[in-house]
């Protein structure tokens, strides 16, 4: 859940929602990331690639609605997938919405219509009820105010999946397939009627699961400095871990040209061992282990670069496949040991 539902997350405006997403079994976790500036402001882009999917919506001000707005724009872009509901599809009041990049082709309602409300709306008419978000919803009803988007105007590519029964947009599919809207507050009404009564909680599962099959990779962690300082591994522009298709890396900040990648499946433990681990004992100070090399690969390049790349098989049993992994560099000056580490990456294998 990335937004600006209420200032503080302990409040029923983050806390019912997530309970209830967490309550459906579909979700290992469901994080709050608070982007107002009580929370934490503007995320990254490498804390959002560890997630498969946000849920986005606005009750309070972001610190800053222009960022939002591009770093989600890069998420998209870079394979995650992102549900808007009300009131940041929705809202008038100014900086309230998602703004900056996200204006220029991420929308799927068009935003700044304001707000319909009135008690008795429910599922109106669906015009697509193959569409996944519909799996399993047979009825829908609104909160006594039932917040709505006014305006039913959608961006270039998009369609209506379902309306409200007044004939608003209740859930719109973007272009992009990582994109999904949906024409409701998301608080159940026994938190505020502006939110829904009956069937709101398997709308946003089931859109959140439809958007997750993006292919992503996630950087996270730090590294430690070798001779030409801290490594470095990144995906070359454009590259995704894509099922049936090669992820092109690239590692930097090697004196030799030369790097190890390991991969495995968890970023937690090492055979018996936690994760992140102190290297320190190896001869590798200030350098931790941040993901399991239950397998690793040599990178060979041309100081300070080196390219690696891992292709990836077209089975579709593999969709939502998770792999965590670390680069180091070798560096025979920079430690007893020999290596410097890179940053770690969070893999997800999608489409």
Not at 67 to 75: E, H, I
Request: hydrophobic share 45%; charged share 10%; proline share 6%.
């Amino acid at each position: 859940m990335c937004g600006a539902a209420s200032t503080s997350n302990t409040l029923c405006q983050w806390t019912d929602v997530q309970t209830r997403l967490l309550a459906s079994g579909a979700f290992s976790a469901v994080d709050i990331i608070n982007v107002t500036a009580s929370g934490v402001g503007t995320p990254t882009l490498s804390a959002l690639l560890q997630y498969d999917a946000l849920l986005c919506w606005t009750n309070s001000s972001p610190a800053n609605n222009a960022t939002w707005g591009d770093v989600l724009a890069d998420y998209v872009d870079a394979g995650g997938g992102v549900v808007v509901a009300v009131f940041a599809n929705s809202t008038l009041t100014a900086g309230r919405n998602i703004g900056g990049r996200w204006q220029l082709g991420y929308e799927v309602i068009l935003d700044q219509s304001g707000n319909t409300s009135g008690s008795g709306a429910t599922l109106g008419n669906v015009p697509v009820p193959a569409h996944p978000v519909m799996a399993g919803v047979t009825t829908f009803v609104g909160g006594t105010t039932g917040s709505r988007p006014t305006g039913t105007a959608l961006e270039v590519g998009s369609y209506v999946v379902a309306e409200w029964s007044d004939g608003k947009i209740l859930v719109a599919q973007g272009a992009n397939t990582n994109r999904i809207d949906l024409g409701f507050y998301p608080p159940n009404a026994t938190c505020t009627q502006s939110g829904w009564s009956v069937g709101g909680d398997q709308l946003m599962v089931n859109a959140l699961l439809a958007v997750a099959n993006g292919a992503t990779f996630g950087p996270y962690g730090a590294g430690c400095a070798g001779t030409l300082g801290v490594p470095t591994w990144a995906a070359q522009p454009g590259s995704r871990p894509v099922i049936g298709g090669i992820l092109a890396t690239d590692l930097g900040n090697l004196p030799f040209g030369l790097g190890i990648v390991g991969l495995g499946f968890s970023n937690t433990a090492s055979g018996a061992l936690p994760l992140p681990l102190d290297l320190t004992v190896i001869g590798m100070p200030g350098c931790n282990l941040l993901a399991d090399p239950l397998v690793t690969d040599v990178a060979a390049g041309v100081a300070p670069n080196a390219p690696w790349s891992f292709a990836i098989p077209g089975l579709p049993a593999l969709l939502g496949s998770v792999l965590y992994g670390q680069a180091f560099s070798l560096d025979p000056a920079a430690n007893a040991f020999g290596f410097a580490a890179a940053n770690a990456a969070r893999l997800k294998l999608g489409l």
